[in-house]
């Protein structure tokens, strides 16, 4: 079992920046890969970014590559997303997730959510 609580979203202009957080408990944390997901009204949540357990490797969606880093701390059980140059279309609802199975970019294959933290980026 993982439990996440995300942090950190709020109200940014054009080319800020934010940086979310993602506590973990529950144990399995330095057993899942880690990742991030938004969703925006009217859309399907769609993948963002993902780290794996080692923090070895990660990966990005292409609208957010360059801009936005994933990293986790295993010793504190978070996960943090530093996201860079923020643009209005990255206003969305950003999800925590874990998934002892790996990474994958369909959400519905994640085990485990947070409760979402408000991104909102004005033009």
């Known amino acids: 079992q993982v439990q996440l609580v995300e942090s950190g979203g709020g109200l940014v202009q054009a080319g800020g920046s934010l940086r979310l957080s993602c506590a973990a408990s529950?144990?399995?944390?330095?057993?899942?890969?880690m990742g991030w997901f938004r969703q925006a009204p009217g859309k399907e949540r769609a993948f963002v970014a993902a780290?794996?357990?080692?923090?070895?490797?990660?990966y990005y969606t292409g609208s957010v590559k360059g801009r936005f880093t994933i990293s986790r701390d295993n010793a504190k059980s978070a996960v943090y997303l530093q996201m860079n140059s923020l643009k209005p279309e990255d206003t969305a609802v950003y999800y925590c997730?874990?998934?002892?199975?790996?990474?994958?970019?369909?959400?519905?294959?994640?085990?485990?959510w947070g409760q979402g933290t408000q991104v909102t980026v004005s033009s």
């Open positions: 997730a874990a998934n002892p199975g790996g990474i994958v970019e369909n959400s519905r294959l994640w085990n485990y």
């Open positions: 780290i794996t357990k080692s923090g070895g490797n990660t």
């Open positions: 529950g144990g399995a944390f330095s057993r899942s890969a």
